[in-house]
């Protein structure tokens, strides 16, 4: 089945950095969400991108839609210890019949 | 208003038992799904109900995992003869439905152990 490759798999960063993760596919996705789980909960969406090349933002997050639909990336600013958790990338194929998820980033944020 | 809740949150069973695991969606959401979580992994697709159509099964990893989902509201997933490679955390999303929705709301898990 397809596969996304999500990296770096963690992170311990100091507070204030900023933090930059991917996602990179070898077959090309229509769609491209994150999500973030923390300890205990289930994931909950933080950005979805639905065009190729598509920039958005959510407050610090900032996350953009590869141009050959392969590849996303997620940003950070200035982050804070509640940014601690694991980041999820994920992917909607052509068919548009499954939601294919990467591996996941674990971010560790020190005050 | 409610989320998507599950139960039990966590379930230690024995090798060869069967267990069920419970998801509420939520209210007004058509479309209900299951993924397993193992240990730094993530999430693997089990299967799909939308409304009354016939569910998308093709995630299930055999014959052992079955789910059903009444008056097209709770959902109940079955492992029969667990495994210890069943140990996992089994995650329900909901959507509110018109084919496959892309932003999920996921519950918090359910946690099982098996020994």
């Known amino acids: 089945g397809q596969q996304l490759n999500q990296s770096p798999q963690s992170m311990f960063i100091q507070e204030g950095e900023d933090v930059s993760m991917n996602c990179t596919s070898s077959?090309?996705?229509?769609?491209w969400l994150w999500y973030k789980q923390e300890p205990g909960e289930g994931p909950v969406l933080l950005i979805a991108l639905y065009k190729a090349g598509e920039l958005t933002s959510n407050g610090r997050l900032t996350a953009q839609f590869g141009i050959t639909r392969k590849d996303s990336f997620l940003n950070i600013s200035a982050s804070i210890p509640s940014d601690v958790g694991i980041y999820f990338c994920a992917g909607v194929d052509n068919a548009g019949n499954m939601l294919t998820f990467g591996g996941g980033t674990r971010l560790m944020v020190k005050p | 208003g409610a989320g998507v809740s599950q139960s039990p949150s966590n379930k230690v069973t024995e090798k060869g038992k069967d267990v069920e695991l419970r998801c509420d969606p939520i209210s007004g959401h058509t479309a209900l799904y299951w993924y397993r979580q193992s240990l730094g992994q993530g999430l693997e697709f089990l299967i799909y109900f939308q409304g009354n159509s016939a569910p998308d099964k093709s995630g299930l990893p055999s014959d052992r995992f079955s789910a059903e989902r009444t008056g097209g509201s709770v959902s109940t997933l079955t492992i029969q003869r667990t495994q210890q490679e069943d140990s996992a955390v089994y995650l329900c999303a909901s959507s509110p439905g018109g084919g496959f929705v892309y932003e999920q709301f996921f519950g918090p898990g359910t946690r099982l152990t098996v020994l």
């Open positions: 077959s090309i996705f229509n769609t």
